[in-house]
């Protein structure tokens, strides 16, 4: 395992006025409903997403701003709703206003070439203020761009696109779907080769509404003991696991666990560590919100072009005691058994709950709250605008208590992934201490002493 400490690279970029695109042709103006499940409160909130190109010889003369800023207005022709802004609507439930207005798009220039990034592209990225201007009063969840991109030209000819994206309007591959759409326009295409599907009722809540589950995603918690500490520093870091890393940590397992899937083991073993790094309390409730993807539910039926937000966050819950003093394989099965619980049911019973209890319901909280996404599978570095694939494309930082597992190679060529962490500095310190012990195999469990011991180490 490897966790990137590079050296912060600075360099000028010289932006122009940021401007709006707007469809290329005139679009419907209407009112659209969003689903139960976009309305939950885990998505209120603005996602930062980047890709890197390199220099393409065949593409000489073509100017990645324009060629982007061209596709980008007549991608909104198909997708509309994104040109608009997200109203209040009745009981609280936001609605997308299609005014055609269009999305924030920024074009700049940088110093710097790709190379200067390094040979592992992986978050977090210090300059990413630099690689999108964050306009003022541009980032609210209603009233606002529900998009912002910035194109930066690079002196080696190569350039990165930042994308902003409202979380509300679509969930990760509502946003690949986009942007595939955007790489066929700037490739010449004249329409979609998969057309996008609004269709949200389809994920609405029954009528009359109907909680058929315990979510304790959204339980209610004590907002003074949720947060950081008053005094603490966040940082981010991302931890490199390899093959070698991932089968050092199935070797921790019992041997009719060894087949789960590295989202399952890596989750596990990821929630221990962190868990044992912010030193709470041995009673004290924690949850792991497993962000479950809806669209391979067979009995679902979402149709494969549908952008709007299609996750789910079913919720395993146990005590700090419990998660330390009970062996890995313990872990697993509760990761296990949330992902499993990730049903059209489920579905219906989440919508239900967000229309019964509208406001009042509560996100995550920071301290005893994680979260892990897979986007291993969804294949970002595949959108092209005409420079090929992309190097890199994946988040750019982490979202509140959510983690990405993003495909990654290593130095040496291996595939693995890179999981991008965010936790108060000390707490950083000990998470990647306890990491390095379970690639070592020590400690499997925790005795009720080494708790003990833990907890008051931190007094």
């Not at 870091?237 to 199935?250: I, Y």
């Not at 579905?347 to 709250?369: D, G, H, W």
């Not at 990405?404 to 595939?415: L, Q, R």
Request: charged share 20%; hydrophobic share 40%.
């Amino acid at each position: 395992m490897a966790t990137n400490s590079r050296i912060p690279l600075v360099f000028p970029v010289r932006r122009c006025k940021p401007e709006f695109v707007s469809p290329a042709k005139p679009t419907l103006h209407e009112r659209k409903l969003l689903s139960g499940i976009d309305d939950q409160q885990t998505l209120r909130s603005q996602v930062l997403f980047i890709q890197f190109y390199r220099y393409d010889p065949l593409m000489q003369g073509k100017d990645p701003v324009e060629v982007i800023r061209k596709a980008l207005a007549k991608t909104l022709v198909f997708y509309y709703p994104f040109a608009g802004r997200l109203r209040e609507g009745d009981n609280s439930k936001p609605t997308v206003d299609c005014t055609g207005e269009g999305v924030m798009f920024i074009e700049a220039d940088a110093d710097v070439t790709l190379e200067q990034f390094g040979d592992a592209l992986q978050p977090p990225f210090p300059c990413i203020n630099e690689l999108l201007y964050d306009v003022p009063g541009s980032d609210g969840i209603l009233n606002c761009p529900l998009l912002l991109l910035q194109v930066t030209r690079l002196k080696c000819g190569g350039f990165i696109v930042v994308t902003r994206f409202n979380h509300v309007i679509c969930d990760g591959m509502g946003l690949k779907h986009f942007m595939s759409a955007m790489g066929e326009m700037a490739r010449g295409a004249i329409a979609c080769s998969i057309s996008p599907v609004w269709e949200r009722h389809l994920l609405d809540a029954e009528n009359p509404p109907c909680v058929t589950f315990k979510h304790h995603e959204y339980d209610e918690v004590d907002a003074a003991t949720a947060a950081w500490p008053s005094d603490s520093n966040e940082v981010q870091r991302s931890f490199f696991f390899g093959p070698d890393e991932v089968s050092a940590l199935r070797r921790l397992l019992p041997l009719h666990l060894r087949h789960c899937t590295k989202f399952e083991l890596l989750t596990a073993c990821l929630w221990r560590c962190r868990t044992i790094a912010l030193n709470l309390g041995p009673d004290k409730k924690v949850r792991m919100l497993c962000l479950a993807n809806l669209r391979p539910r067979s009995n679902l039926s979402l149709p494969p072009g549908y952008y709007g937000n299609a996750i789910v966050f079913p919720a395993a819950v146990t005590t700090v005691g419990e998660l330390l003093r009970n062996p890995l394989g313990y872990v697993v099965e509760l990761v296990r058994q949330v992902k499993a619980s990730a049903t059209k049911e489920y579905a219906k019973s989440v919508a239900a709950l967000m229309v019964i209890r509208a406001k009042q319901l509560s996100s995550p909280n920071v301290a005893c709250s994680y979260s892990m996404s897979d986007l291993t599978g969804m294949r970002f570095e595949d959108i092209d605008y005409g420079w090929g694939k992309a190097v890199y494309a994946a988040p750019a930082k982490v979202v509140g208590v959510v983690s990405f597992m993003i495909p990654t190679k290593s130095k040496t060529g291996d595939n693995g992934c890179s999981v991008l962490i965010c936790l108060p500095t000390l707490a950083m310190e000990r998470f990647d201490k306890e990491i390095v012990n379970m690639l070592n195999g020590y400690p499997i469990q925790h005795s009720e002493e080494s708790i003990k011991y833990f907890i008051s180490s931190a007094m």
